[in-house]
């Protein structure tokens, strides 16, 4: 049998405002193509079908047309809700789509998945998880616990329904499992955001030992590997969702097996979505101006860091934005302020007082304009998000 699996789809997600929907529609169209070439039998897709539980009226439209697609010729797609999906909105069409292949599960359930690949035969059994939050498994599970109590609490509750939706396991048929969920040793990125990555709510691979031969994951954006019983892989996102995630390769997963055998798989690189960049300039505003006359990074999202020695107005903002419609993060880096920034906590000075007397001296006494001002701020903001390098929260 051969398995199509993909995850963290977040149709309705943008980017600093910056619309994702036609990334998101090239994205369908490339993996309808792989499934349709690499003669796909069944399809898993690990939850986050959508980036909010209220989702725009064109991502659900993109949703049910790729599950259409996707499932032309009786291939069975399988889908769990993510920790982003409203459980009920990802399975209320179940009645009108099951007897087309798909199914879609929202809630945790005791009820395994059977699906029959049209091209070979077999017969799949799916060991499949919704994302398993306190409220949709019904339970509190540590009271007043500390993190530690409550993440082996958490882990053995999971264990438990992998080990009851296995229960149908056979040595004829292909065993599979899925869950949208986040495993100890899994490498995060900060569009995972916000609802309890890591922490408490973290499993360890052995809860996910069910029989399983292959386990499909959803959560983390980057696709890897993690250890555990059969083999467990994230596929990670179709797109790059943040700037954590720049140079990222995106791909899906395609997975070989036979009942009793060992799997063997192959990741599918992308070539849909605008990948994002990081720039740094040391160079000032000429330094950037020349990078876009080059066309470096045309059809780009930009994440630009600039060294300056002199503070930039509003006027020089608006002309970068104007330049690159691309650009979606300008971050000032001043020499002196980054000193003087160092100061703040011993001196106790408002951060937007200490720019206007950095402004004021860079100037020869200029006032800066209100609407600057809270533009520094906002940057500033930015810049007291933004991950370490290396680290990804």
Known sequence: ?????????????????RSRQKEQEQFIDELVEIADFHKVDL????????????PPAASEQLFYEAAARLTSGGRPLVVIAGNHDQPERVSSVSPLVLRQGITLVGLPTSEPVTVHAARTGEIAKIAALPYPSEARLGELLAGDSGEEELRLAYSARVGKLMQLLGREFTPQTVNLAMSHIYVLGGVESDSERPIQVGGAYTVDPSALSCGAQYTALGHLHRAQRVKGEGMIRYS???????????????????????????????????????????????????????WLDEGRDASAFIDLEIRLSEAMSMNDIQRLRKSREGIIHIRPIYPQMEMELEQISRSRMPVQELFRKFYQRQTGGAEPEDSLIELFLQLTEEERRQPEEGEEN
């Open 1 to 17: 049998m051969r398995i199509l699996h993909t995850g963290d789809w977040h149709l309705g997600r943008t980017l600093e405002g």
């Open 43 to 54: 399809i898993m897709m690990g939850g986050d079908v959508y980036d909010s539980v209220n």
């Open 236 to 290: 990670g996102s179709p797109l790059a969702y943040s700037f954590s995630e720049a140079g990222q390769a995106k791909s899906v997963t395609l997975i070989d097996l036979a009942p009793g055998g060992e799997p063997t798989f192959e990741e599918i690189y992308l070539r849909c979505g605008r990948p994002l960049v990081r720039w740094s300039s040391t160079g000032g505003l000429q330094e950037v101006y020349n």
